[in-house]
């Protein structure tokens, strides 16, 4: 055993040394931050690091743990500048502990996480700094497109149906929404038409190829058949929206013999 009091033991009997190393190690299972017997450390989203990284308007579950102890924490407190959107869960009787939401303000936040031997803060204590860093969220384009408006439609899912029209005659007209639900211009948009029967229906390009951030334009298409029978064509609308680009429409429509 190496412990900094081993320069007085040269001239204890070895009956004395082993009662004093069974203390020693006793005593380690307590509160004793000093001896290093009891840690509190992060477990997530970071394990074992005292920085916190989040991100505004993004959840964040910052958990820690106390171990160590003979027995489990029986309170646990929290003292600094919390960032907004954030709440200390406060465990009782439980090694672990947690700082969670969606945090609404950036910065740095330095805290200090303490683990109470007794309720209500009290006893011996253990305690962490560690500082939740809260960035900024990136801007970002986000499309979303309607039809009818208000009715939003999934990308590459569902059909949208015209209905029966005539062989050679106009048909249904449906309006499409697109709309910039993101914090980015929406830029480069541009509809494009292909499909068994991409012949039987008619795409008007879009009003505008950009968008501001919840800045929106219309496109219309028309059925047209020119033969009987189920009609089937897709619509794929381009932009520089990161996931959904480009986003995949399904068409179809039932053409009748005049």
Known sequence: ???????VLGGAGLGEIAKWSVAVIAGLGA?????GATTLTQLAPVPNSTAVPATSGVALSFVFQCTGTESKPKSWTVTGAIPNGLSHSNATNNTIDSITG???QTGSFPIT????????GTGNVVSTSFTINVAAIDPAPEISI???????????KGKKSFGTATVGATGMIRKFTIKNTGSAHLTGLAVALDGAHAADFIVSAPAKSFL?????????????PSATGTRNAAIHVTSNDADENPFDIMLSGLGAAP
């Open 1 to 7: 055993m190496l412990f900094p009091e081993a320069r």
């Open 146 to 156: 309607m039809q009818p408006a208000g009715s939003g439609l999934k990308d590459g």
């Open 113 to 120: 996480v303490k683990a109470w031997e007794g309720s209500n």
């Open 102 to 104: 969606i945090p609404t």
């Open 212 to 224: 501001k951030p919840g800045a929106s334009t219309n496109f219309n298409v028309t059925f047209m």
């Open 31 to 35: 509160y004793d931050s000093v001896a």
